[in-house]
């Protein structure tokens, strides 16, 4: 298991292609392209996911964060999981699915910052950044000026952020 913390914003982008030329100006490196599904699953705290992601390996992502707008920090836990397919049937069974999400994902990095570039099937254009970090409370406070300094940069700081995850937009 691979435990994380980043501290993350997301708002909705109505142009990804000027967001990107932004991105790369002030240095961001391309990190690919992925097409993700991801399958979430009924729980009684947090979230859990199965990210079935193409041409990378499928996650099962386990994270607690809360729904409000702006940025928010999230701990999450990853786990490399070898037969998606086995572990969706076994997990829809034992939990139930609340619902899937597919998204195409642009991922762009500037210092310890992911940039996604997403097109989230029936929801539209976003962009995401999520700013990793070693869980500490004095980095947690240089990864929420980090985050506000980039949006800044990318002249979205007056963008509406969104308070929750793609889930629960799948589902409003």
């Given at each position: 298991?691979?435990?994380?913390?980043?501290?993350?914003?997301?708002?909705?982008?109505?142009?990804?292609?000027?967001?990107?030329?932004?991105?790369?100006?002030?240095?961001?490196?391309?990190?690919?392209?992925?097409?993700?599904?991801?399958?979430?699953?009924?729980?009684?705290?947090?979230?859990?996911?199965?990210?079935?992601?193409?041409p990378?390996?499928?996650?099962?992502?386990?994270?607690?964060?809360?729904?409000?707008?702006?940025?928010?920090?999230?701990?999450?836990?990853?786990?490399?999981?070898?037969?998606?397919?086995?572990?969706?049937?076994?997990?829809a069974?034992?939990?139930?699915?609340?619902?899937?999400?597919?998204?195409?994902?642009?991922?762009?990095?500037?210092?310890?910052?992911?940039?996604?570039?997403?097109?989230?099937?029936?929801?539209?254009?976003?962009?995401?950044?999520?700013?990793?970090?070693?869980?500490?409370?004095?980095?947690?406070?240089?990864?929420?000026a980090?985050?506000?300094?980039?949006?800044?940069?990318?002249?979205?700081?007056?963008?509406?952020?969104?308070?929750?995850?793609?889930?629960?937009?799948?589902?409003?």
């Amino acid at each position: 298991m691979s435990p994380g913390s980043n501290v993350e914003v997301k708002l909705r982008c109505a142009d990804l292609e000027r967001a990107r030329e932004r991105a790369l100006a002030l240095g961001a490196r391309p990190a690919g392209v992925e097409h993700q599904v991801d399958t979430y699953f009924c729980t009684r705290s947090g979230r859990l996911k199965l990210r079935e992601r193409h041409p990378a390996p499928a996650e099962l992502i386990a994270y607690l964060r809360p729904d409000t707008p702006g940025a928010r920090r999230s701990d999450y836990q990853l786990v490399v999981v070898p037969d998606p397919a086995g572990l969706r049937g076994l997990l829809a069974e034992l939990l139930g699915v609340h619902t899937r999400v597919a998204k195409r994902r642009e991922i762009l990095l500037f210092e310890n910052v992911r940039i996604h570039l997403d097109r989230v099937d029936g929801l539209g254009d976003f962009l995401e950044l999520e700013a990793v970090f070693d869980g500490s409370a004095a980095a947690e406070r240089i990864q929420y000026a980090k985050v506000d300094r980039l949006l800044e940069k990318l002249e979205l700081a007056g963008a509406a952020r969104i308070a929750t995850s793609y889930e629960a937009l799948s589902l409003g």
